[in-house]
């Protein structure tokens, strides 16, 4: 019987885009291992496992605490990507787009599935909508 965070949508476009995020990480140069390598790899790994912790016989609010950590490790790896980017260290644009663009669509999946939770018992952090605004 498979565990209720195998069965989310969201969880499985997570592991994509983990997966997309491990490619990009392979690309980096060496002295970036201990960096920007194991940082993006951690927090798109977080992504994964917060949706998974989150899913697991928990209250909706504290579901929707593990999907704000998500979230939160989700925007992490969008600066990652941001710094990669500015500092030249992958020529292939099209890898940084893909993700970029997989980063929007996961964000806003977690927003509405946060959002579908009981709003009773929601924790102190406000939902931000992502993707849909002009940047500051």
Known sequence: MPYKFEQLEVWKLAI???DLIYKIAEALPRSEDY??????????????????????????AEQGRF???AIRSLVETV???K??????????????N??????QVLARKLQSFRKTLSTQYQ????????GDEDPI
């Open 16 to 18: 994509d885009y983990l």
């Open 35 to 60: 960096n920007l390598k194991s940082q993006i790899t951690r927090a798109a790994t977080s992504v994964a496992l917060n949706i998974a912790e989150g899913s697991q016989g928990q209250s909706d």
């Open 67 to 69: 999907l704000g950590m």
């Open 79 to 81: 600066a990652c990507q």
């Open 83 to 96: 710094i990669i980017e500015r500092r030249g260290y992958i020529q292939d644009g099209n890898l940084l």
């Open 98 to 103: 893909q993700a970029y663009e997989n980063s």
């Open 123 to 130: 924790v102190r952090d406000e939902a931000s909508s992502y």
